[in-house]
């Protein structure tokens, strides 16, 4: 991509792009990190247990569609060549099933409650394809990591603000009715209820319509294409030589091959990390809003600091620390209980002060989870700028629907992974410790992966 392709996208058509990110956030925030799903899991489910294998088995399922039809859907994409129409059509479907999640009340059936909320995840996720995939057409390759930080940045800043809104305006504290500052909960939200986790279903809908305007009206489009109907021919029969095309490019193979193994821990790590903790601790909406807005605050400021790591050391070096700091940070939730962490090598206080995190665990907890915020974010910034740097804008599209589907054609593993081993043996810490497993590997295999991916393997 030359110089000059850059200088046509108007400046106003890059910030519509990196807004994506803050558009798309909150609903991973609010809802299947922070307030939505530790709801579903310790209140909604009754039986926590049940609750998190119940949401573990849906992340799984969500995974797997999402695995299957993404290369199909980008093959098809680069044929019609314009990505929009393919957004706002699974922005339809996401902002919709959202708004349904209102409906979540106590004892309400778990599986139309997923069912929802794996079909928004899988719009989210086909958005995100459409979206990334138009990076190589806007920023040449050496801004594409600055880029792809920032843009990632801005979204958990979106993050944190809905986190904001829904911790002093949504959530009463069980003791006063009352949110954090002292408000009556807007609407009259009634936490007896769930009403201020089932809000937030709402909520990322709303946010998710406004902010992705910005984008659809002011980024450009790929040129227009071919008609639906010979592009879904024709971008079926270009994934099949695509598929085996990229058999013999063996950096890019290794590079998805890594990917598909440590995106399937992360993606494990970030859609139940919050609700083993509500299981630990039993931390209210307020509290889990409060550790949320802690992460997202180290979150912006690890991915503004990626943003010039990436440049300055490469988007393989910005991964490999970033996956050796998600190592370690769930070795550490793992290993924590009361009156303990890493596995007992260190002792804690078991007395509570009766405050917001009011244990000794649940600080090394939030310690730990510091870590996370510091790194789940480049992680996945300087992932998909590794693949842009890789591959050329007329390939894009099916190479990044490959990218999703390396992202989580295992996806299903770690979720089930985790769900299962922890029903088995009636242990959340041992269902979480599975995750280790795919970081350590994916990490393993992308140390002799090569940088761009498309260079010779040595």
């Known amino acids: 991509m030359t110089a000059t392709t850059v200088d046509a996208v108007p400046r106003r058509g890059i910030w519509g792009w990196m807004l994506f990110d803050w558009a798309a956030q909150p609903f991973f925030t609010v809802v299947t990190t922070f307030i939505f799903g530790p709801y579903f899991v310790s209140r909604m489910a009754g039986d926590s247990t049940l609750g998190l294998a ?20 980008g093959s098809i994409a680069d044929q019609t060549g314009r990505k929009k129409p393919w957004i706002m059509f699974f922005a339809a479907i996401k902002i919709t099933c959202l708004t349904m999640l209102w409906y979540a009340a106590p004892g309400s059936s778990l599986v139309e409650v997923l069912f929802f909320f794996c079909l928004a995840t ?117 994934l099949r030589s695509t598929l085996t095309e990229v058999r013999r490019r063996f950096g890019l193979v ?46 912006i400021f690890g991915c503004f600091a990626a943003s010039r790591l990436d440049t300055a050391f490469g988007s393989k070096w910005v991964v490999i620390v970033s996956l050796i700091l998600l190592t370690l940070a769930t070795i550490g939730i793992v290993s924590t209980g009361p009156g303990f962490t890493l596995f007992g090598l260190i002792d804690l206080s078991t007395a509570d002060s009766g405050g917001m995190f009011g244990t000794a665990a649940e600080k090394a907890y939030i310690a730990y989870g510091l870590l996370i915020g510091i790194a789940f974010g480049p992680v996945q910034a300087s992932s998909r700028s590794y693949l842009a740097r890789s591959v050329t804008p007329e390939e894009a599209g099916r190479y990044f629907g490959i990218y999703a589907l390396a992202g989580r054609a295992t ?20 269902g979480m410790a599975m995750i280790l497993l795919f970081l350590v590997v994916g990490l393993l295999i992308l140390l002799r992966t090569p940088y761009p991916a498309d260079r010779p393997v040595r």
């Not at 695995?67 to 859907?73: E, F």
């Not at 990591?145 to 801005?154: E, P, Q």
């Open 122 to 238: 899988i719009a989210a996720e086909f958005s995100i394809v459409f979206n990334d995939s138009m990076m190589p057409r806007l920023f040449s390759k050496e801004e594409t990591g600055r880029v792809s930080n920032i843009a990632w940045g801005l979204g958990y800043l979106g993050g944190m603000i809905a986190l904001i809104f829904v911790v002093t305006l949504l959530a009463a504290l069980p003791e006063t009715g009352r949110t954090i500052v002292g408000l009556p909960p807007l609407f009259g939200l009634d936490q007896a209820q769930g009403e201020d986790a089932r809000a937030t279903g709402p909520l990322a809908a709303l946010w998710y319509f406004v902010f992705i305007l910005p984008m659809l009206f002011f980024t450009p489009d790929g040129a227009r294409g071919m008609p639906l109907g010979p592009a879904i021919r024709t971008g079926l029969s270009e």
């Open 54 to 73: 119940a949401w573990g088995w849906g992340v799984g399922a969500a995974g797997l569609a999402i695995a299957i039809l993404s290369p199909v859907l």
């Open 411 to 430: 996806s299903f593993a770690a979720p089930f992974m985790v769900a299962t081993v922890a029903a088995v043996t009636g242990s959340e810490p041992a």
């Open 254 to 299: 290794r590079f998805l091959v890594a990917r598909m193994i440590y995106q399937d821990g992360v993606n494990a790590l970030l859609a139940l990390g919050g609700a083993f903790a509500a299981k630990m601790f039993g931390w209210t909406v307020t509290e889990f809003g409060i550790y949320g807005i802690i992460l997202n605050v180290i979150a």
